[in-house]
């Protein structure tokens, strides 16, 4: 796993009633080496084969915890630190309802997702506001970053995928560099 990035695996308490777990506890995170202050929380459904990604803010990062609250999704990470040792290197994790593991992603990353069940819901926690002047990504197919998205594993071709434009229009990890490449 990249260095930063946190994967929590609550514990669950069920009975006949159903479940309870606490996915935000600031003492647990301190734990995790995770000091960060959470300002903002964001909501979002998508229907299956549904991918949003990768983004991020080049000024006013933020970092992220995330969690699936209905559903099932491939959550990806791209290291953009500048200095980094695993600069340019991705991380790839399930997360769902089932398996209930939250992710935390430091500032500095690019984060996509793919959903892999119908009706998808996820909620994440982040570290600053959204700051749409800021607003960057990489595109989520770039060759020189390779990701496996396990398209064939879920029964999907690319052209299945429902991408925004936006996202299929951005640009790749070597422009970024070129650009100056630096997340603050």
Not at 121 to 147: H, M, Q, R, V
Request: hydrophobic content about 35%; some cysteine.
């Amino acid at each position: 796993m990249i260095k930063g990035l946190v994967v929590i695996e609550p514990k669950i308490y069920s009975d006949e009633r159903g479940f309870f777990y606490e996915f935000f506890n600031r003492q647990q995170l301190l734990k995790y080496g995770v000091n960060e202050e959470f300002v903002q929380g964001n909501h979002s459904k998508s229907s299956f084969g549904v991918l949003r990604g990768l983004h991020f803010q080049i000024q006013r990062a933020q970092g992220k915890l995330i969690r699936v609250l209905r559903g099932e999704i491939l959550d990806v990470v791209v290291d953009l630190r500048k200095g980094s040792e695993t600069f340019g290197e991705y991380f790839k994790i399930v997360l769902s309802e089932s398996n209930r593991k939250i992710l935390f992603v430091p500032k500095g990353f690019a984060h996509g997702f793919l959903t892999l069940k119908e009706n998808t819901e996820i909620e994440y926690l982040c570290t600053d506001f959204y700051a749409p002047d800021f607003d960057s990504g990489i595109l989520w197919n770039d060759k020189d970053l390779n990701i496996d998205w396990e398209l064939e594993k879920y029964d999907l071709k690319e052209d299945d995928l429902i991408i925004s434009e936006k996202d299929k229009n951005q640009g790749t990890l070597k422009e970024f560099i070129e650009k100056g490449g630096e997340i603050n």
